[in-house]
């Protein structure tokens, strides 16, 4: 029997604030804060607490495209297309020290689990590891031969995983600073790499569509997954280790039950290409990223962060600007840039089953609306023996 995902996937609520495509999300340890980064060189820090300002950050010079926060929650790490990783103090001053870490744009940002450094990715073909507190370059991997799109710590601090144009997963030590492993399986460039939380194994994602998830002890392919129809962008694993999301350029976002190998959920939300996704670190929201297609420059003003949530039940249907489900929730989107937050579990209140007028009522604001009934899902992952 299938392992049911804890809630149905929904959204919570909305912010705005970008003025332009998102382009990387990343949650606080503490759940108190969301990190969002875009191609207007902007980074904003939003308060999960409602009614709470966020906070705009300015001082990238170039499209940001990486955010991640320190496990203390102290700090905030950026990577931009002006070849600058920044670390900020995600406080009302925002106050930044800056790191002139490659000769190309930086794609990727991400720190160790003790905090003590972080590394970096970027299209000068480079993965670069460095001490957070005293500010300082500690050692380069350099056996890539395309750009390196992504690069991760392991669970554990021991090894680096990275993902790169030249088609190519790599596993590293990070002591010996040697390449264990390579995974040659993808057939077009690797966009992002993530490890499972157990450490074990790594997830990637590719152009060619697909989302390949090997063990790093015996480097065996565990799963194979050919569910979108075009380039996989961005994955994260549900802090069980027993689900994966997926964020593509076909706009759509894909929950994969890991335990079964089979897909549990499609959702339309975005009328772009979906360009990010993270859960949080409890597991109870995870927030996409993206961009409208048919966006006009005079619409880009107010990008818009959205959490809603719904009752229990498999047929929830999205939409390009909305979704009803069965327990009759309706949200909007308008013509713009946007990042999208999906929640499983908060302590605010549920809208009754009853009403669409409800739901209308309260986003009256909201200019467009879809109401799509439910169309089901018939996609399976491939679990290889």
């Given at each position: 029997?299938?392992?049911?995902?804890?809630?149905?996937?929904?959204?919570?609520?909305?912010?705005?604030?970008?003025?332009?495509?998102?382009?990387?999300?990343?949650?606080?340890?503490?759940?108190?804060?969301?990190?969002?980064?875009?191609?207007?060189?902007?980074?904003?820090?939003?308060?999960?607490?409602?009614?709470?300002?966020?906070?705009?950050?300015?001082?990238?010079?170039?499209?940001?495209?990486?955010?991640?926060?320190?496990?203390?929650?102290?700090?905030?790490?950026?990577?931009?297309?002006?070849?600058?990783?920044?670390?900020?103090?995600?406080?009302?001053?925002?106050?930044?020290?800056?790191?002139?870490?490659?000769?190309?744009?930086?794609?990727?940002?991400?720190?160790?689990?003790?905090?003590?450094?972080?590394?970096?990715?970027?299209?000068?073909?480079?993965?670069?590891?460095?001490?957070?507190?005293?500010?300082?370059?500690?050692?380069?991997?350099?056996?890539?031969?395309?750009?390196?799109?992504?690069?991760?710590?392991?669970?554990?601090?021991?090894?680096?995983?990275?993902?790169?144009?030249?088609?190519?997963?790599?596993?590293?030590?990070?002591?010996?600073?040697?390449?264990?492993?390579?995974?040659?399986?993808?057939?077009?460039?690797?966009?992002?790499?993530?490890?499972?939380?157990?450490?074990?194994?790594?997830?990637?994602?590719?152009?060619?569509?697909?989302?390949?998830?090997?063990?790093?002890?015996?480097?065996?392919?565990?799963?194979?997954?050919?569910?979108?129809?075009?380039?996989?962008?961005?994955?994260?694993?549900?802090?069980?280790?027993?689900?994966?999301?997926?964020?593509?350029?076909?706009?759509?976002?894909?929950?994969?039950?890991?335990?079964?190998?089979?897909?549990?959920?499609?959702?339309?939300?975005?009328?772009?290409?979906?360009?990010?996704?993270?859960?949080?670190?409890?597991?109870?929201?995870?927030?996409?990223?993206?961009?409208?297609?048919?966006?006009?420059?005079?619409?880009?003003?107010?990008?818009?962060?959205?959490?809603?949530?719904?009752?229990?039940?498999?047929?929830?249907?999205?939409?390009?600007?909305?979704?009803?489900?069965?327990?009759?929730?309706?949200?909007?989107?308008?013509?713009?840039?946007?990042?999208?937050?999906?929640?499983?579990?908060?302590?605010?209140?549920?809208?009754?089953?009853?009403?669409?007028?409800?739901?209308?009522?309260?986003?009256?604001?909201?200019?467009?609306?879809?109401?799509?009934?439910?169309?089901?899902?018939?996609?399976?992952g491939l679990l290889l023996p």
């Open positions: 029997m299938a392992s049911p995902y804890p809630e149905d996937p929904s959204l919570e609520r909305h912010f705005k604030g970008h003025r332009d495509a998102v382009t990387c999300v990343d949650f606080s340890f503490n759940m108190k804060q969301l990190a969002s980064g875009s191609m207007d060189s902007c980074l904003m820090v939003w308060h999960m607490k409602p009614q709470s300002r966020a906070y705009r950050f300015t001082g990238h010079k170039d499209a940001v495209t990486c955010v991640n926060f320190s496990p203390s929650g102290h700090l905030l790490a950026s990577g931009s297309r002006d070849k600058t990783v920044r670390i900020w103090v995600p406080n009302i001053k925002g106050e930044s020290t800056v790191f002139r870490a490659h000769t190309a744009t930086v794609r990727s940002v991400h720190f160790c689990s003790d905090g003590q450094s972080f590394v970096t990715a970027s299209d000068d073909k480079t993965i670069k590891v460095w001490s957070t507190h005293r500010q300082k370059f500690l050692f380069s991997l350099s056996q890539h031969i395309n750009w390196v799109r992504c690069a991760k710590f392991s669970p554990d601090g021991r090894l680096i995983v990275s993902a790169s144009d030249d088609k190519t997963v790599k596993l590293w030590d990070k002591t010996s600073r040697e390449c264990v492993h390579s995974y040659c399986e993808h057939g077009g460039f690797v966009t992002y790499v993530d490890f499972h939380p157990s450490g074990t194994c790594v997830a990637a994602a590719g152009m060619d569509n697909t989302v390949k998830v090997w063990d790093v002890r015996t480097h065996r392919l565990l799963q194979h997954y050919q569910l979108h129809s075009a380039a996989v962008n961005a994955l994260s694993f549900h802090p069980s280790g027993n689900y994966l999301v997926t964020a593509s350029s076909d706009s759509t976002l894909k929950i994969l039950d890991l335990m079964e190998g089979r897909l549990l959920y499609t959702l339309h939300g975005h009328q772009g290409p979906a360009t990010t996704v993270a859960f949080s670190r409890t597991g109870e929201y995870f927030a996409s990223g993206g961009s409208d297609e048919q966006v006009s420059k005079k619409w880009s003003e107010a990008s818009q962060l959205i959490l809603m949530r719904t009752e229990q039940g498999p047929d929830v249907s999205w939409g390009p600007v909305g979704w009803v489900s069965s327990a009759s929730l309706v949200a909007f989107s308008r013509p713009e840039a946007w990042i999208m937050s999906w929640g499983a579990q908060t302590q605010g209140s549920w809208l009754p089953r009853a009403s669409v007028l409800q739901a209308l009522t309260l986003w009256q604001h909201l200019k467009s609306l879809i109401a799509q009934t439910s169309m089901g899902w018939k996609e399976s």
